[in-house]
């Protein structure tokens, strides 16, 4: 363990007392497990992003099976735009 200090305001300290006494630790110990609660939280939130997002690729695969011919398309109109954009510069 390494030891690290904080500084905590008189609201945050004492509400940290008054849990470690209810539970019977100490106010190091709660802070170690509401550090270890936020970091798996986050971890919790990455990986329920990556399942949402693996789901909506999976329902949508093959949903554009033209998407090759849609990049031509979208060329054709970069194209277009550009000689537009030449014959207003004129």
């Known amino acids: ?3 690290t200090q ?3 305001d008189d609201d945050q300290a004492s509400r ?3 849990r ?3 539970n019977g630790t100490t106010r190091s110990r709660v802070i ?3 550090i270890d609660e936020y970091l798996t939280q986050d ?3 990455t990986a329920a992003w990556r399942t949402r997002w693996q789901e909506a690729v999976q ?6 099976p033209d998407l090759a011919a849609g990049a031509e398309y979208v060329e ?7 000689e537009r954009l030449s014959g207003l510069e004129h």
């Open 1 to 3: 363990m390494r030891r």
């Open 6 to 8: 904080i500084y905590l």
């Open 16 to 18: 940290l007392d008054e």
């Open 20 to 22: 470690a006494s209810a």
């Open 32 to 34: 170690r497990i509401a």
């Open 43 to 45: 971890e919790r939130d």
């Open 59 to 64: 329902k949508t695969a093959g949903a554009a």
């Open 76 to 82: 054709s109109l970069r194209q277009s735009d550009a």
